[in-house]
């Protein structure tokens, strides 16, 4: 199992292209796929990562065995030009004046269904707060300019969609037309989850996820 830092998160440098879009953070994923020796993947996206896995599986479908999206974010390629502006001047604002601890302690709660848990909390803002300000900013211009519903159109490939209940963030009516709109997609709730699902109910998530990759596995064998 590999767990990627996308570029400007964790210890990852940001990407050289100033104002990324989704293929280009595809880009870089097959980079660190091509120095690790993967040829092929079950390959799981979750929120902002499910845009870049969608674009990846498309521009790169001989690599991808299976495609999970979980949480997926729509992308405001679509909106209007003042929406979009809103958006972008909103989330780099709340970086520019609480950096990546304060926002992970103001925002952590919000993707949790159960805000009641301390260590779940904890584990959220842990997450959260290996944000670098400018891996954030090009992955706010990312957010503002994708559209992951007319890319998982394009992907001819099996892909399941994962949402939770409770989710705030990207609500599950809005992942159904995310769902609906991928030729092969399926879509699974969660109950009881927020948006960071796999932490709120880890033992559902793992019980949808194992199936899928075990049966890839054999596939492959």
Not at 17 to 25: G, Q
Not at 26 to 48: D, E, P
Not at 192 to 198: L, N, S, V
Request: with cysteine; charged share 20%; aromatic share 6%.
């Amino acid at each position: 199992l590999l767990a990627w830092d996308a570029p400007g998160y964790g210890g990852s440098t940001p990407l050289p292209e100033p104002n990324p879009l989704a293929k280009d953070y595809a880009t870089a994923l097959k980079a660190f796929c091509n120095a690790n020796a993967v040829s092929n993947m079950v390959l799981i996206g979750h929120s902002l990562g499910a845009m870049i896995a969608a674009r990846f599986a498309i521009d790169f479908p001989n690599m991808v065995d299976q495609l999970i999206l979980v949480a997926p974010a729509t992308g405001y390629a679509h909106a209007t030009v003042e929406k979009r502006n809103a958006v972008i001047a909103e989330r780099n604002g709340l970086m520019e004046r609480l950096g990546p601890e304060g926002m992970a302690n103001v925002r952590a709660a919000n993707l949790l269904a159960n805000k009641d848990n301390p260590e779940k909390l904890a584990l959220v803002r842990q997450n959260m707060s290996l944000l670098t300000p400018e891996g954030y900013r090009q992955a706010v211009h990312l957010l503002a300019f994708g559209d992951i519903i007319a890319d998982i159109a394009r992907y001819s490939g099996p892909v399941d969609i994962l949402c939770g209940s409770e989710d705030l963030i990207t609500p599950p009516e809005k992942v159904r037309k995310i769902a609906n709109a991928a030729p092969r997609g399926t879509y699974t709730e969660i109950p009881g989850a927020g948006h960071a699902c796999y932490i709120d109910q880890p033992g559902l998530f793992a019980d949808r996820i194992r199936p899928i990759v075990m049966a890839q596995h054999e596939r492959n064998s």
